[in-house]
T-cell receptor, first 113, second 115 residues
């Protein structure tokens, strides 16, 4: 069965420094992978998705993620954090059988001024 | 393009009471989802509709939860009677179709507190 593990429940970085949010997945086949962001009291928004095209995926707001099959990882990065990036981030994989979304537990990103 | 609408945004009820949530998906989206998000966890799918038919309700606690999408557009989710452990954010999402290539668009959610 597919699963997603977000390795950090909280990540704290200073504004202007790089961001790394880690995600490992398990899947029997070639998965589709997503990162969603949830700002306080707002709906979930898709940041980026991987669907077996280029392994380096660029998303909105300067975020990108790299699909590494050998490491079963899909880490999210951003070169320079901004205060507006403070939010909860979810790594998601699609089920092989019915394409439903399987969610990680989330990583809360804290930006220090 | 209008997004997914949900109401109410917040609801506080006592245990054993009933509550209903409403969702209006993006126009033209055939697939509608209800998720439950407990604090500190990722969303959990409760039910998936394709037009007005149920595709998957395997994780819906059917002894107390029900959902309908009678005309294939808006949807309601009901809890009767509520338990303390039902305290969560209930998210509605919609997509043009079902499958990995279709992005799900989420509403702002309804935060339910059961006391």
């Amino acid at each position: 069965a597919q699963s997603v593990t977000q390795l950090d429940s909280h990540v704290s970085v200073s504004e202007g420094t790089p961001v790394l949010l880690r995600c490992n997945y398990s899947s029997s086949y070639s998965p589709s992978l997503f990162w969603y962001v949830q700002h306080p009291n707002k709906g979930l928004q898709l940041l980026l998705k991987y669907t077996s095209a280029a392994t380096l995926v660029k998303g909105i707001n300067g975020f990108e993620a790299e699909f590494k099959k050998s490491e079963t990882s899909f880490h999210l990065t951003k070169p320079s954090a901004h205060m507006s990036d403070a939010a909860e981030y979810f790594c998601v994989v699609t089920s092989d059988s019915n394409y439903q979304l399987i969610w990680g537990a989330g990583t809360k990103l804290i930006i220090k001024p | 393009e209008a997004g997914v609408a949900q109401s109410p945004r917040y609801k506080i009820i006592e245990k054993r009471q009933s509550v209903a949530f409403w969702c209006n998906p993006i126009s033209g989206h055939a697939t509608l989802y209800w998720y439950q998000q407990i604090l500190g966890q990722g969303p959990k799918l409760l039910i998936q509709f394709q037009n007005n038919g149920v595709v998957d309700d395997s994780q819906l606690p059917k002894d107390r939860f029900s959902a309908e999408r009678l005309k294939g557009v808006d949807s309601t989710l009901k809890i009767q009677p509520a338990k303390l452990e039902d305290s969560a954010v209930y998210l509605c999402a919609s997509s043009q179709g079902a499958g990995a290539g279709y992005e799900q668009y989420f509403g702002p959610g309804t935060r339910l507190t059961v006391t």
